[in-house]
């Protein structure tokens, strides 16, 4: 068992051969943390870890104790009025208003496994043996409330998931004003903050700062987890990069409002909190309710970043991602959004079909535009029956030539979403997440429906049920086009307004789970314009998610590098649009835009019926070269060899699990005068495996066979293309250039 109890110390100690985290019930009875790092030896006592040593001005909760301050301990899940000043874990309102709590250890249960969250996603073990758990149970007896803080740790993972439960056995009930996931006191300062930040079109750029004195973090209070930032925070060492030091990742499974803050106090002290926003959160308990927060996951590393986030990949990909496509390689699509924004029919879409079908695409995707009347983004969202005018079989019809034609078919919803000119607006106004007495604001003549109201969530259901159950449907891309604004549930009353946010999230994940277990072979792609919700959330759900609407493959490195901190390749959507792009107008070669998109689900989202017949037989090799490496793409190892956001080059490679193979790409965006020499160095390989070196595309260049530590610490020449055009090499023919290197182990050629 991974987790011991010392009865003597009262310390419980949660280990794997990598990590460790000690926590201990103070002499108060409140828990207090010690320890959360690179595995220790298990002892009965590490309580000299904690720092009792008096500060002047500290409050001091026991008689006669001068040296006993919440101000200044580590704690586990502080609270409130308790002498601590600092940001609290949880805030708890009482019937007479007040918020002073005192919570103390009641006992505890440990058990191998992991229990599921109820209505919530969490990362979950297949067999008992893979994980355990501990629950330590709080109690205010004065006001007959428990908090069970629940720990558990993984066995083969760096990793410790945390949540919290509060339940309420009072006649007049509590109200809670902010319950984070979990709470972690760290002994010193000397860390950096990381954070992935953006906007639309420039999701997840990594963005790094020194912890400073106070409150710095990241957060949404969008309703979803947004294009600004993204539920992660990493603290690493000062002298930590990809590949060596310490570094802390913390990830929240949720994907509406969130707050992921780190504060260091004066004595340098420092707090991370992670959990929902309590912006407008006020949740009523009454007597025999529960409330349970949503998972924070927390991974260590000694090895650097790059380390942290093949953790997070491995563990995301196979025990937060559920159901039928979670092993399976992803199909390649083609989505007709880029080729025909709305303006397409029956005739149009069979024609990029077909041609689709003839290069060997697996899946045709049918886009925003299908239903209602709508020929444009100012009608028809929430009226989910076919435009007949466009489609005259319906999406029945449709779907089934597709099939004819020897491919999947799929489709996108934006289920959360209307149009005032829509047939459900009409019927319900009411059903607006807005205050309709006001005005509001409306994004891309677009409203949020209230999906706190399970009335709403039924209908939708009733809608995507019906058009999903009669036409054959093997993909859904479900988008959220816009941001909350107005936040009001009409018709409900003052206490349910402090709910609303939450349970608007937990509609959705309760439309997306009845989905899924009647129609478990769909393969879900999550997409909120763009990567407005790239979350652990959603992959609980859907196991791809639309990366960003921006196509552009410059522009792309740079996000799918930063998205990949967190998130698997095989999360990633990724398509080969068209050049010029339509988000930033540049001109990139198809090769180019292939050896970005690889690294991902991989489709296209251009009108090829259009594209003269060499690019067709260029793409036509792409999906060749896809069909061949994707299971090593989608399933093996992903390491980030130079980052985008640190010069003009930039490469990153994946390798199989067994070593046997990998790709490394580079990219170059523009091209310099006279340029120096460039190295790439593998990583990941096994030292005296022979390997043999293939450029894919361009010039194809057979580089020789090498030993793993050549290519790993003597590296691989990217800026030496002998081949070229009219004597001039490759290398020296323009910006935005990328070479794809296949490298396979000898004895297995
Ligand atoms: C935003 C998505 O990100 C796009 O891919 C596309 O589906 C549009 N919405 C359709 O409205």
Redesign the pocket.
Known sequence: MAIQFHEKSKEFHLFNDKISYIIKVLENGQLGHVYYGKHLTDREEFGYLIEYARRDMAPYPMEGRSNFSLEHLKQEYPTYGSGDTRYPAFELEQADGSRVVNFTYKGHRIFPGKKELEGLPAVYVEKENEADTLEVVLEDEMIRTKIILSYTIFRKFPVITRHARFECDLEEGVTLLNCMSGSLDLPDKEYEMVELAGAWNRERYPHTRELGYGIQGVYSMRGCSSHQFNPFLMLRRKQADESSGEVLGFSLVYSGDFLAQVEVDNFDVTRVVMGIHPNEFRWELGKGEEFQTPEMVMVYSDKGMNAMSQVFHELYRTRLARGTWREKERPILI?N??AT?FDFNEEKILQIAEKAKQIGVELFVL???WFGKRDG?NCSLGDWYPNLKKLPGGIKGLAEKIEALGMKFGL?F?PEMTNKDSDLFRSHPDWLLADIRRTYCHS?NQYVLDFSKEEVVDYIYRQMRKVLGEAPVSYV?W?M?RAFSEVFSNGRGKNWQGKVRHQYILGVYSLYERLIREFPDILFES?????ARFDPGMLYYAPQA?T??NTDAVERVKIQYGTSYVYPISSMGSHVSASPNHQVFRNTSLEMRGNVAYFGTFGY?LDISKLPEEELEMMKEQIRFMKQHRKMIQQGVFYRLKSPFEGNNSAWQVISSDKREALMAYFRTLQPAQGKFERIYLKGLEETAQYEVRECFGARMDLGVHYGDELMYAGLSVSDCAAGVDGIAREQQGDFFSRLFYVKKVEDR
């Open positions: 989505n959004w880029e924004y886009d925003d535009g983004d996108w934006e891309r891309k988008d086009n997409c909120a314009s763009g990567g639309w960003s609407d989202e």
